[in-house]
C-alpha cells in the first residue's frame, strides 16, 4: 500500500515537471517568433528607434502606390469651345400699319415666299373711295390753278389769288397722295425671302394697327452669337473659321466663320459678344437651335497634354505630382485647352516627364512611391477593377 503511495507521488511528479518544460518551450517560441517578426520589418533585431527602416533602405512597406504615366508630345489645334443659340439672318412679325378687315389671306403656313410676295389684303373699299374723293378734288384744283395762270399773265388777277391757287393745288396733290398711300397699307408684303410661321389671324377678322399676324425667318444663311472671355480678344480676328455641332444632328460638323465682333466688353461677365455665319441652303438648321461652337484659333501644334485626374487645385492654382527617383514631387503648372478628358500644358512640365495620374490624395512633396499597373476592364463597357499595392492599400483608378 505504502510502495502504491509512492508510486502514484512519482507518476504525478513526472508529469509536472514535463507541463512546466512544454510551457516553458511555448514561451520562449513565442518570444522568438516575436523577435523575428520585429527584426523583418525593422531591418535588426532590437532596433530602438522606429522610423530608422527607411535610414537604412528597407522603406518598401511605406511607399505609396501610385498609377504614373510618361508625358508626351502631341498635335493640338489652338481652339475655345462655348455655347450658343442659332438665330435667324432677318426675322420679323408682320403686322399692318392700319386698321381693317381681312379679305384675303395670299400664304400658306410654314411655307416659304419670295420678297415683295403679297401675304394679306385688308378690306379696301373705304380707302378707295376716299382715293377716288381726293382725284376729284385734285383735278379741280389742278384747272383753277391753270385759270389762275393764265389770269395773271393777263394782269385781271393778282399774285396773292395765284399763290392761293397753288396753295390749294398742293394741299389736294398731298390729300390724293395719303389716300393713295393708305389703299397700299391694306395690302401687305413679304418684306424679305424666307419661311413663314403660325398665323394668327382668319378671314374676317378686324386686326388693329400693330396686331401680330404671322412671323417671317430668313434661314439662309443662319447667325450664331456667342460669348468668349476676354483673355481671348487677341486671338478672334474676322472671318475667324468655327465649327458647330447641334444635338439634333449628331456626329456631324457645320463649318462657320466670325463676320462680327462687338466692340463693347460685357461688363457682367468680361466677355466678347461674337456673331457668325452658317451657310443653311437646305434649310435643315432652324433659329433657336442650342449649339456648340468650337473657335478656332490656329492651326495644329506640338502641345504637352495629362488626364484632367492628374491635375488637382490648390486655391486657384493648379498642381500635379512629378515622379523623380523614386518620390513624388509636387509641381504647380498652367493650363491651356481642355479637350477629351485631357488638359494642355502650357508651363511647368516637359515632353518625358513622369506625373501621377492615380493615388495623389495619400502624397505629400517628397513622399516615397511605388508604381502599380493600371487596373484592366474584364470587357468593354466594365468597370475597372481597384489596384492593390503590396502594403494593401487600395487605389482607385
Known amino acids: 500500500m505504502i510502495k502504491t503511495q509512492y508510486w502514484i507521488r512519482g507518476v504525478a511528479g513526472t ?5 512546466i518544460a512544454g510551457g516553458a518551450f511555448w514561451l520562449g ?5 516575436s523577435t523575428n517578426l520585429k527584426t523583418s520589418l525593422t531591418g535588426t533585431a532590437g532596433n530602438a528607434n522606429p ?15 501610385v498609377e504614373i504615366m510618361t508625358v508626351e508630345t502631341t498635335k493640338l489645334a489652338q481652339s475655345i469651345t462655348v455655347v450658343g443659340s442659332l438665330r435667324s439672318d432677318e426675322s420679323v412679325v408682320i403686322r399692318p400699319e392700319i386698321s381693317g378687315r381681312v379679305a384675303e389671306i395670299l400664304f400658306t403656313e410654314g411655307a416659304r415666299v419670295s420678297k415683295g410676295a403679297p401675304l394679306i389684303r385688308l378690306d379696301a373699299s373705304i380707302q378707295r373711295a376716299e382715293l377716288a374723293q381726293a382725284d376729284a378734288n385734285l383735278s379741280l384744283n389742278k384747272n383753277k390753278l391753270d385759270r389762275a395762270l393764265d389770269l395773271q399773265k393777263k394782269g385781271f388777277i393778282s399774285s396773292q389769288a395765284k399763290d392761293e391757287a397753288e396753295n390749294n393745288y398742293r394741299v389736294a396733290q398731298a390729300a390724293y397722295d395719303l389716300a393713295a398711300a393708305k389703299l397700299t397699307k391694306l395690302e401687305i408684303k413679304a418684306p424679305f425671302s424666307g419661311i413663314l410661321g403660325l398665323r394668327l389671324i382668319s378671314i374676317g377678322d378686324y386686326v388693329k394697327d400693330g396686331q401680330d399676324i404671322v412671323n417671317l425667318e430668313g434661314v ?10 476676354e483673355i481671348f480678344l487677341k486671338q478672334v480676328a474676322l472671318k475667324q473659321a468655327l465649327q458647330i455641332t447641334l444635338d439634333a444632328f449628331p456626329g ?30 437646305e434649310a435643315r438648321l432652324r433659329p433657336g437651335m442650342f449649339a456648340r461652337v468650337r ?35 509636387r509641381l504647380k503648372v498652367d493650363i491651356g485647352q481642355r479637350r477629351q478628358g485631357q488638359v ?27 508604381v502599380v499597373e493600371a487596373p484592366i476592364s474584364k470587357a468593354p463597357g466594365d468597370s475597372r477593377k481597384n489596384g492593390i499595392n503590396n502594403a494593401g492599400s487600395e487605389i482607385k483608378p
Open 15 to 19: 508529469a509536472a515537471i514535463a507541463l
Open 295 to 329: 473657335l478656332l484659333f490656329s492651326e495644329n501644334h506640338d502641345s504637352l497634354t495629362v488626364p484632367e485626374q492628374a491635375l488637382f487645385p490648390v486655391g486657384d492654382d493648379q498642381y500635379l505630382y512629378r515622379v523623380a527617383d523614386g518620390h513624388a514631387q
Open 344 to 370: 494642355e500644358i502650357t508651363q511647368g512640365l516637359k515632353a518625358g516627364d513622369i506625373v501621377v495620374t492615380a493615388g495623389q490624395p495619400k502624397l505629400k512633396d517628397g513622399a516615397l512611391v511605388t
Open 51 to 65: 522610423g530608422s527602416n527607411i535610414k537604412n533602405g528597407s522603406a518598401a512597406t511605406n511607399a505609396i502606390a
Open 29 to 33: 517560441k513565442k518570444q522568438a517568433d
Open 252 to 281: 456631324k460638323t457645320f463649318d462657320g466663320q466670325v463676320f462680327a465682333i462687338n466692340p463693347l466688353v460685357d461688363a457682367n461677365g468680361r466677355s466678347i459678344v461674337i456673331r457668325a455665319i452658317i451657310r443653311n441652303a
Open 220 to 229: 439662309d444663311p443662319l447667325k450664331v452669337d456667342l460669348k468668349v472671355p
